[in-house]
C-alpha cells in the first residue's frame, strides 16, 4: 500500500521506509510521483497542529493516504526554544549550519547541567476517508558545547544523548532511541489496529 509522505526531506523518508515498510506500506514523496504539493503554512501553535495541516493537504491534493511530520529540537534553557519554529531558527528555513550557530550562541557560557533539551516528533497520518492518526515521541539530552559528527541532520551534531551526539549515532541507532523513531513505532502500533 502506498502511502504519501508530505515531505522531500530523503532522510525523513529513509527514517519512514525503515520503520514502516515491515507493515508492507511503500512510502513514497510527492517528487517520486512526478508531482508537486503546495506549500503548506505551518502555522501551528504545535508540532501536531503543524504536522495535521501538513498531512491533511498531502492527502487532499493526492487522494493517497498521507503521512506528515513536525519535530524541532526544544532547549529548557531557552524555554522550549526553538521548538516550532526549529527549522527556521535562525531566519532562513533549513539552513542547518545557521540553526546551530545560533543555538551555541544563545548557549553560550551556559553550564553543561542547563543545557537540557529534547527532540520532538509528531507524525500526522490521514487517510482518504478521514481517519486520522496522530502520535508523538521525544528524546531526551542535552546540547554540547561544539559539533560532533556528520551524520543525521539538523541539530544532531549539538544534540547529545548519554554523551553521544547524533551526530555519531548510526541510523539504525539512531532509529532505536530517536523522537521520530518512537514517534513511528506509535504509529505502526495504531496502523496494525486498522490495516
Known amino acids: ?3 504519501i509522505l508530505a515531505t522531500n526531506n530523503m532522510k525523513k523518508l529513509g527514517e519512514m ?5 515491515p507493515l508492507g506500506i511503500n512510502v513514497v514523496t510527492a517528487k517520486m510521483l ?3 504539493l503546495e506549500d503548506v503554512d505551518e502555522n501551528g501553535e504545535t508540532f501536531e497542529d503543524n504536522a495535521k495541516l501538513k498531512a491533511r493537504a498531502a492527502c487532499k491534493e493526492t487522494g ?3 503521512i506528515a511530520d513536525d519535530s524541532g529540537l526544544c532547549v529548557d534553557y531557552l524555554n522550549g526554544a526553538p521548538g516550532v519554529y526549529s527549522a527556521r531558527f535562525a531566519g532562513e528555513h533549513g539552513n542547518d549550519e545557521k540553526n546551530n550557530d545560533l543555538l551555541l550562541e544563545k548557549l553560550e557560557g551556559v553550564e553543561a547541567d542547563k543545557r537540557t533539551a529534547y527532540y520532538v516528533c509528531a507524525v500526522c497520518c490521514t487517510f482518504p476517508d478521514g481517519r486520522e492518526i496522530v502520535v508523538r515521541g521525544e528524546c531526551h539530552g542535552a546540547i554540547g558545547f561544539q559539533r560532533d559528527g556528520n551524520e543525521g541532520f539538523g541539530y544532531d551534531p549539538l544534540f547529545l544523548v548519554d554523551g553521544k551526539s547524533f551526530g555519531r549515532y548510526t541510523a539504525d541507532e539512531k532509529d532505536k532511541i530517536s523522537h521520530r523513531g518512537k514517534a513511528l513505532r506509535l504509529l505502526t502500533e495504531e496502523l496494525e489496529k486498522i490495516l
Do not use: E, V
Not at 17 to 21: E, P
Open 1 to 3: 500500500m502506498d502511502f
Open 17 to 21: 521506509q525503515r520503520i514502516l515498510s
Open 34 to 36: 512526478g508531482i508537486t
Open 64 to 66: 493517497m493516504p498521507a
